[in-house]
């Protein structure tokens, strides 16, 4: 398994500023995931940041908007620029891991979240 | 590309009474199946997960799924549920192709009644 923490673990903050969210994994891994979790809604891939390559995102976010660093194997940051009251969200960092010592099956853990709030 | 369709938004359950919790998914290939917990305020948790064999998979919290290729499902089963199990549950679809990424489904909330 994959112990995984988040900081902060929520802010509020001011539109047209900018915060960045840390993940911090207690074991290397070579992939992680950005997801955000839109209020009463399911969550959504934002990019996957694997290290030692640039980060990958999804249809619908680009790299201006959420920059990502994955400085090593253990950690990496998400940075939310000019935020307006739309990017109100939880954002949760992931890790896939092999589990059950096949590695070609990988299993996602989840860090608890950064819950933000844009006024 | 991958797609999960959890059909109820919310499910009422008395606490004792059984619970299933529909998910269908589209994928081309074999999917690797989860389900995952999150209760109010907090982060996901795997209840259970199916990458091969076999098709009825047991889980954290009593819960099972069973995987059915020819429906395109995994239902989640409790045969008895308690107060605790509120919480929004998610049906996630991944694949090893696709650079191990999960799609989510919508999401069930489940209420439990005393």
């Known amino acids: 398994s994959a112990v995984i923490s988040q900081k902060p673990s929520r802010d509020i903050c001011q539109r047209g500023t900018s915060l960045t969210i840390q993940c911090q994994v207690d074991?290397?891994?070579?992939?992680m995931f950005w997801y955000r979790q839109q209020p009463g809604q399911s969550l959504t891939l934002i990019a996957t940041?694997?290290?030692?390559?640039?980060?990958?995102?999804e249809s619908g976010f680009v790299i201006d908007k959420f920059p990502i660093s994955r400085p090593n194997l253990t950690f990496s940051t998400l940075t939310v620029s000019n935020m307006s009251p739309e990017d109100s969200s939880i954002y949760l960092c992931?890790?896939?891991?092999?589990?059950?010592?096949?590695?070609?099956?990988?299993?996602?853990?989840f860090g608890p979240g950064t819950r933000l709030t844009v006024l | 590309a991958q797609s999960v369709t959890q059909p109820d938004i919310h499910i009422t359950v008395s606490e004792g009474a059984s619970l299933e919790l529909r998910c269908n998914y589209s994928?081309?290939?074999?999917?690797?199946l989860f389900w995952y917990v999150q209760s109010p305020g907090q982060g996901l948790q795997l209840l259970l997960k199916?990458?091969?064999?076999?098709?009825l998979v047991q889980g954290i919290k009593g819960f099972e799924a069973e995987f059915k290729r020819s429906q395109s499902s995994f239902n989640l089963r409790k045969p008895s549920v308690h107060w605790s199990d509120a919480a929004e549950y998610f049906c996630?679809?991944?694949?090893?192709?696709?650079?191990?990424?999960?799609?989510f489904g919508g999401g069930t909330r489940v209420l439990v009644k005393p």
């Open positions: 992931s890790v896939a891991k092999a589990t059950s010592g096949r590695a070609a099956y990988n299993e996602q853990f």
């Open positions: 074991s290397q891994v070579t992939m």
């Open positions: 940041a694997n290290q030692g390559s640039e980060a990958t995102y």
């Open positions: 994928y081309g290939a074999t999917p690797y």
């Open positions: 199916y990458f091969s064999g076999d098709t």
């Open positions: 996630a679809v991944g694949a090893r192709a696709a650079g191990n990424k999960l799609t």
